[in-house]
């Protein structure tokens, strides 16, 4: 099969103004140019990828289902010569990081700092936002990577484990609870429980932990945030259970955080990427430095 570049960009200009001649404006190029590209791709390919009248272009079915093929190899090239610019232009461009908020806040500025004293002309964009927004954002490139916790079977992303911390009780400082060093998930069986809501990650942890032992959930509040979560806790509306790295949240409330065993359940910190998709020379950097901070850091106060 001879099918060109041309032929794709030509496609895809008619395909987005639904003319000819505005396709050929766009493209700077002859009518009968885009005319031509567009009969021999149809050749080619043996479809009709246009209804065409005297008033209106239109995609066929088959035209339809081409596009998004087409789109896909443009966008595709497109990433690839960004890529090879950045590249010649000594990692300037833009990275963009997605994270969950608590993760941002732990991990993120210790990065940057350095990154951009050694990389200046690289924009770094920060998006905060919950897992399954992080996920979307990954897999349609508006981020270049991801952090967080994400279920083992998603598909479209590639992981990388950078660290694994366990789950804790949060209870207030005042709570019976409190006075305890470590506590079994059952010594919580039908206290009032706040929740993370269930797109979270960290929420399937959760419930796998409760069920593990045997325990009937009472779910008081279900919140997005940890943050929220935490807030309720400081007035005494429940408990949660939360990652270790909550604790940074927490250090400023009147709340306390125990080790929960029986069983004892591990939280994975991953990074991901879209599957298939190269990273630019500034979010390999970026990457690199990450797991080795990782690596380095004290997770004492991870377990």
Known sequence: MNVTLKQIQAFAAVAATSSFSRAAEQLNVPQSRISVLIRDLERELG?????????????????????????????????????????????????????????????????????????????????????????????????????????????????????????????????????????RWKDIAGLPIISLTSDSGVRHLVDYGFNAAGITVQTEYEVALATTALALVEVGLGVCVLPANALSAAKTRPVVARPLSHPTVLREIAMIARHGRSLSPAASEWVKRLQRDMQAMDLTHLR
């Open 47 to 183: 479809l009709r990828l246009f209804d065409r009248t005297t008033r209106r272009t239109e995609l066929t079915t088959a035209g339809r289902e081409f596009q998004l093929h087409g789109e896909k190899l443009i966008a595709d090239l497109k990433h690839a010569i960004d890529d090879a610019r950045a590249l010649g232009e000594r990692r300037r461009g833009r990275l963009t990081v997605a994270a969950p908020p608590l993760i941002m806040e732990a991990l993120i500025p210790r990065l940057l700092v350095p990154f951009k004293r050694d990389f200046p002309s690289v924009r770094v964009v920060m998006l905060d936002a919950r897992t399954e927004r992080i996920i979307e954002a990954v897999k349609t490139g508006e981020a270049d990577i991801g952090i967080g916790t994400f279920a083992q079977d998603e598909e479209g992303i590639v992981r990388t484990r950078l660290v694994r911390d366990a789950l804790l009780l949060f209870c207030h400082n005042k709570h019976p609870l409190a006075s305890h060093k470590q506590l």
